[in-house]
């Protein structure tokens, strides 16, 4: 079997300025306007009146939810639209002896951008990076510079999930010298990996825009995570005629002895710093961190990396933040990457597009794997504004530019080229298959590329008879997965989405243990039928086309050659509501709800997934008097666990093999039911839920009390309505206000139900099943943040916040 040695680096996403390339940021006091204007294009045009804001910006998730908004629930219900941005700024001194470079991150959907009245062009792909060279259209000197954005997300639908609207990722300005490292210029691989050495390969595209033949020096010095100096490569940029003007690529190479490979476990980054020499002066300086290691998909042992068998634990993840919508902050994607992490996931599926940068360099330092996907579609539809509208005109330009980007990433292992594509049914999907994958392979041949497919039928499978693919994506099918090898003789195989199960946090239907799946087969939609749009948290309910948690967990466990799994999904995201219509505005498939509070199956997942004890006991214990109440704990590192009702023993349970629960039945009384699991007679955790009273007073919890003053930094206050006890209220729904008293403010509130239309902006919000969040945002100034929270009833409670 060919395995994949190699290293891949990650492009810093703040770059190091020094004197000869430097980097601004270009997210500070651009003017907004949500409407359309053929003449905001013009640098003469006022903007007097327009709102000023920082970008990342997504105008989507400040707006009213209404079922007449043309995006449907399947965006959440949100205003789309087209909107304007406009910046005026000046470049710094010596600027007019530099090329100039404007870098969007990503901005949904339909892009225009023009520079001091010049065009500079159009994408339509709300998900890639793309930037442009402004330095012909630069007014001279001092003279103030207008950029302006047009995005026009009007047409609709355009997506099957919630897109934000808007420039939501981060923008920069880019100042290098005429010969420089050009855009995602460096890539970094590694043929030989052992314990004693890794040979380090560099490619470097210098792009020399002097006109002029020249010589000189290209070096890149290796350091390791303390900043010591590991090793140098150098490749003689000179040579008959001479260093030519335009784009070219060197390849040379250095060794690191004793590498310290990346891992899950250890994210190990180095760092490379690449300088361009010429008649002895630095003129360019590019910094890479990088992480060593190689890793193998194998047709009958599955997954290894760095040489050990792993099976992939994923989960699929769409790019939404919640509360803040599509609006990248770096912040928030840690958390939610740490909630995963904390639950044993190692792997997250990009679905279904390339994510920002700072997603995945998040992923290279907090040990994630990731497949990075690109395309939902090709040419047929799924919605019929959707990107096939676009993919003839720019399917080769939207792939490289993903590639480029993120193929230097530790992270990344796998590329994945399409999503349940409608080509698999078509003979069309042929040959685009193997366009696609020529696309990747031609930029890199160190990851394997994949496809998620649905169609099981390989005779049927046009994508599949492409024979281009590495892996074997398989979505959902469980059923046939312990007969993969049988089904697809030496393929390699890889759940790229699984599960599809459905729950809303803290809500109960009896009898726990029938599975129930929405919609029926065959039949017209059924919904679960709850008046208060909510499914049971008990895993039991399942989209019908997937599985319960248990259900797929089961089979992936048991065979080597199945390599690992992605579940649909990590958390909630904003969009596709199944299984009920409006007012429903968010998925109900998380592990995760949307606002970051854990759902019940989260700690089936920590029980296989981590070595950390866990004794998880469910659901609460408010009932009605006489009820036959079905009881769950997940645990492990234990041979048993006992129920405790009111200190009277309801019995001993033990899992079976292949079991991930116990469960007993209980006629409810009020009081205290305890669980105490046991390894060989001794105690190794309890667990205790009391009946809980009315709501007496808030708790106040937030998730750091010290934060950057950046104008970015969040704190993740989490409020707990609590008897006088100090009990969970396990159906609370007090309405709690936020007010917010120095160097902060509010960025949005949410409670984790996905049919609650109260604005994530609000200064109010209801509580759901006693949790509600407020996210705080630091001001770029010191001092203190005082929050403090009320409630009609309730004494208020207020913490004090750091800004530093």
């Excluded at 490379?272 to 194998?298: C, L, Q, S």
């Excluded at 590639?403 to 990344?412: A, E």
């Excluded at 690992?564 to 509501?577: A, C, I, K, R, T």
């Excluded at 199956?601 to 009932?623: D, F, I, R």
């Amino acid at each position: 079997m060919k395995r994949y040695f190699y290293i891949v680096a990650a492009l810093l996403s703040n770059y190091i300025a020094s004197a000869q390339r430097t980097i601004i940021d270009f997210n500070p006091n651009w003017k907004f306007w949500l409407g359309d204007t053929s003449i905001a294009k013009e640098p003469g045009y006022r903007d007097d009146n327009w709102r000023t804001l920082n970008l990342p910006h997504d105008w989507s998730i400040e707006g009213e939810f209404s079922e007449k908004n043309p995006g449907t629930p399947n965006q959440a219900a949100l205003p789309t639209g087209i909107g304007w941005y406009r910046k005026t700024f000046t470049l710094p001194a010596g600027a007019e002896n530099q090329n100039v470079f404007i870098e969007f991150d990503g901005v949904y959907r339909n892009s225009e951008v023009w520079v001091n009245g010049h065009y500079l062009g159009k994408r339509p792909n709300g998900y890639v990076s793309f930037g442009y060279d402004i330095t012909p259209y630069c007014n001279p000197g001092s003279a103030q510079q207008v950029i302006a954005v047009k995005v026009d997300n009007s047409l609709q639908p355009n997506s099957r999930w919630y897109t934000g609207s808007g420039i939501y990722r981060n923008v920069r300005l880019v100042l290098t010298n005429k010969i420089a490292i050009d855009q995602w210029g460096t890539f970094i691989t590694a043929p030989t990996v052992n314990n004693n050495v890794a040979i380090v390969n560099i490619q470097s595209t210098i792009n020399n825009t002097t006109g002029q033949l020249g010589h000189g020096t290209l070096f890149t010095t290796i350091y390791d995570a303390s900043g010591k100096y590991v090793s140098k490569g150098i490749a003689w940029l000179h040579g008959a005629p001479g260093w030519p003007a335009g784009k070219a690529t060197y390849s040379y190479s250095t060794a690191i002895n004793k590498p310290i490979l990346w891992s899950v476990e250890n994210p190990y980054l180095y760092k490379a710093v690449t300088k361009v020499m010429v008649n002895g002066k630095v003129v360019d300086e590019y910094v890479t961190p990088f992480g060593i290691r190689y890793f193998d998909f194998d047709v009958q042992k599955g997954f290894s990396l760095n040489g050990r068998p792993m099976k992939i634990l994923g989960v699929c993840m769409h790019h939404d933040l919640g509360a803040l919508g599509a609006a990248v902050n770096e912040r928030a994607m840690e958390r939610q990457l740490q909630i995963l992490k904390d639950m044993g996931c190692n792997a997250i599926r990009t679905a279904h597009n390339p994510p920002a940068p700072e997603w995945l360099a998040l992923c290279d330092k907090m040990g994630f794997l990731v497949l990075d996907e690109a395309f939902d579609m090709w040419h047929k539809k799924k919605n019929k504004f959707d990107y096939n509208i676009d993919f003839d005109q720019w399917h080769k330009q939207d792939l490289e530019d993903q590639v480029k980007r993120d193929k230097n990433h530790p992270s990344v292992i796998i590329w994945s080229i399409g999503n349940e594509i409608r080509e698999q049914f078509d003979s069309t999907g042929i040959p685009l298959t193997k366009e696609l994958v020529g696309i990747v392979k031609a930029l890199d041949t160190t990851r394997p590329v994949t496809s998620a497919l649905t169609e099981t039928d390989t005779t049927k499978n046009f994508i599949y008879q492409a024979n281009a693919l590495d892996l074997m994506g398989m979505n959902y099918n469980q059923q046939l997965y312990p007969d993969f090898l049988q089904r697809y003789p030496g393929k390699k195989f890889l759940a790229t989405e699984t599960m599809s199960a459905l729950a809303s946090r803290g809500h109960y239907d009896m009898p726990a243990d029938s599975v129930r799946f929405w919609p029926l087969k065959g039949q017209k939609f059924v919904s679960p039928g709850n008046p208060d749009y909510t499914v049971s948290a008990y895993d039991n309910v399942a989209a019908y086309w997937g599985s319960t948690h248990e259900q797929t967990w089961r089979i992936i466990k048991q065979y080597d050659f199945l390599s690992g799994l992605f579940v649909w999904s990590g958390f909630d995201f904003l969009g596709e509501p199944v299984p009920y219509p409006w007012p429903a505005r968010s998925s109900y498939y998380g592990i995760v709800d949307l606002a970051g509070f854990p759902k019940d199956a989260y700690y089936m997942y920590q029980s296989e997934w981590t070595s950390k004890t866990v004794l998880h006991l469910l659901p609460h214990w408010n009932w009605e008097a006489g009820k036959e109440v079905d009881v769950w704990a997940y645990y492990n590192n234990a041979d048993e666990v006992e129920l405790y009702l009111n200190n009277r023993s309801m019995g001993v349970r033990k899992k079976q093999p292949l079991d991930f629960h116990v469960q007993w039945r209980v006629k409810y009384e009020p009081g205290t039911l305890k669980a105490v699991s046991r390894k060989n007679g001794n105690i190794v955790s309890t667990k205790t839920i009391n009946t809980a009273g009315i709501p007496a007073r808030l708790e106040i919890v937030p998730d750091k009390k010290i934060l950057h003053a950046d104008g970015k930094d969040l704190s993740f206050i989490t409020v707990r309505i609590l008897d006088k006890n100090g009990n969970l209220v396990p159906a609370a729904d007090n309405k709690i206000t936020v007010e917010i008293v120095g160097k902060g403010t509010l960025a949005g509130m949410d409670n984790g139900y996905p049919a609650s239309l109260e604005s994530f902006k609000a200064a109010s919000h209801k509580a759901y099943n006693g949790l509600c969040l407020a996210i705080i945002q630091a001001k770029p100034e010191t001092g203190n943040i005082q929050v403090t929270f009320s409630s009609p009833g309730l004494p208020s409670a207020t913490t004090v916040l750091q800004t530093h």
